[in-house]
Every structure is written in structure tokens, then in C-alpha cells.
């Protein structure tokens, strides 16, 4: 149980495209949803969090209009950059927490995101 | 401020030898910790969690670690390692209140020699 998948797993695109990246919880419902950012032999950063049906929140530095985050749904959160550029070049990992409160959170596999 | 440190950035260990990877952290409330494994180009796989009660936790692939509250430490072991435990490892600290994310370590890589 407690799945969580992305998709794409890895994209590739030009520089000024728009991409986005899909994370859904898979067997359950998920109140709230992580996007991370995780740059190689790095941590994971935390960009932002977001709640069903209401605006996401941003972390300090993170810029809310390059990264659109979406969650519709209890299952489906989406993560947009906009007008990508190299440096967005990233690996992002989304989470999810049920929506009991547990403090554990699911991780997804991750998307690979290379803009040329 | 919450924040977790992971002092080692690289440990190299023989296959076979005991392992143990420290974590500090530093948490004003209760800790919820954690400790997440990553092979190179996946997501993160847990390994244990700490909520409460016994101090030394259990978790998948003969890992265990002991929460110390004295020293604000939770530390991972394992008593044999195997080639296949070289990955990524972090440790994360977590708020009780919902919809709060983890705080994570900067991460130890574990390398295996034969």
C-alpha cells in the first residue's frame, strides 16, 4: 500500500517550453502533497507544499509563477515549470501524506527533467 | 530552527563489516525521525521510522537505529553489509502537524568494498 508515482520519469525539453509532471497517490488519498528539488549529490529541497483544492505553499525562494503547482484532486498533484531553462535542469521528487495526518510520507520515483 | 545534520558525507565499508551512519538533529518539540534509503536515479525508500516508545527501531533489510533523545541523536546501523547497501542514505525529521514536510540531512554516501 501507500503508493506514489510520477510520470514522466524523465523529460527532456527545449529551453522556453512549458513541462509538467504528474504525481498521483495511487491507493490512497492524499490531503497533501511535497514537491521537492534534488540537485546531484544533494539533498532533497523543499519547494513547495500543497493541499487539496486550495493554493499551494512556496518556500522561501522558490518562484510560485515558474512553478505551478496544481492539486485538483485527492490523488493528483501537478508540478508545471514554465519557460524552462537549463538551470531548471533538475531530478524533482513529489510526496504525499494521507489524508488521516499520518506524518509519514510516500515517496514517488521521481522525474528527470533536462531542458537543452 | 529544525534541522538535521548528517556529519559524514562518504563512508566507504567493507562488505561484511558492521555500518553505522550518525544523524543529529535539532527539534524543539517531540521528533518524528526517519530514515530514507536512495540508489542512484530513484526516489527514496524508507528504511525506519521513530515515533515513540522503544528507542531502537527496526527496520527493512536488517537495518535498526537507536533514538538518543540526550544526544539528539537517531544513528542507523546495520551489523553486515551487503554490496547492494551502497546508495544514498537520509535521515529526516518531521513535525506532528499535518501537512508538514520532512526535514532532511544532506545525505551519506555509502560505498561497498570487497
Known amino acids: 500500500g501507500a503508493v506514489v508515482s510520477q510520470h514522466p520519469s524523465r523529460v527532456i525539453c527545449k529551453s522556453g517550453t512549458s513541462v509538467k509532471i504528474e504525481c498521483r497517490s495511487l491507493?490512497?488519498?492524499?490531503?497533501?502533497m511535497f514537491w521537492y528539488r534534488q540537485f546531484p549529490k544533494k539533498s532533497l529541497m523543499l519547494m513547495a507544499t500543497?493541499?487539496?483544492?486550495?493554493?499551494?505553499?512556496?518556500e522561501q525562494g522558490v518562484e510560485k509563477d515558474k512553478f505551478l503547482i496544481n492539486h485538483a484532486s485527492l490523488t493528483l498533484s501537478t508540478l508545471t515549470v514554465t519557460s524552462a531553462h537549463p538551470e531548471d535542469s533538475s531530478f524533482y521528487i513529489c510526496s504525499a501524506r494521507d489524508q488521516f495526518g499520518r506524518v509519514e510520507q510516500y515517496f514517488g520515483p521521481g522525474t528527470r527533467l533536462t531542458v537543452t | 530552527a529544525q534541522s538535521v545534520t548528517q556529519p559524514d558525507i562518504h563512508i566507504t565499508v567493507s562488505e561484511g563489516a558492521s555500518l553505522e551512519l550518525r544523524c543529529n538533529y535539532s527539534?524543539?518539540?517531540?521528533?518524528?525521525l526517519f530514515w530514507y534509503v536512495q540508489s542512484p536515479g530513484q526516489g527514496l525508500q524508507l528504511l525506519l521510522k521513530?515515533?515513540?516508545?522503544?528507542?531502537l527501531v527496526q527496520g527493512i533489510k536488517g537495518f535498526e537505529a537507536e533514538f538518543k533523545r540526550s544526544q539528539s541523536s537517531f544513528n542507523l546501523r546495520k551489523p553486515s553489509v551487503h554490496w547492494s547497501d551502497a546508495a544514498e542514505y537520509f535521515c529526516a525529521v518531521g513535525a506532528g502537524q499535518a501537512g508538514t514536510a520532512l526535514i532532511f540531512g544532506k545525505g551519506t554516501t555509502l560505498s561497498v568494498s570487497s
Open positions: 500543497s493541499n487539496e483544492g486550495s493554493k499551494a505553499t512556496y
Open positions: 521513530y515515533f515513540s516508545g522503544d528507542t
Open positions: 527539534y524543539g518539540a517531540t521528533p518524528y
Open positions: 491507493d490512497f488519498q492524499a490531503t497533501t
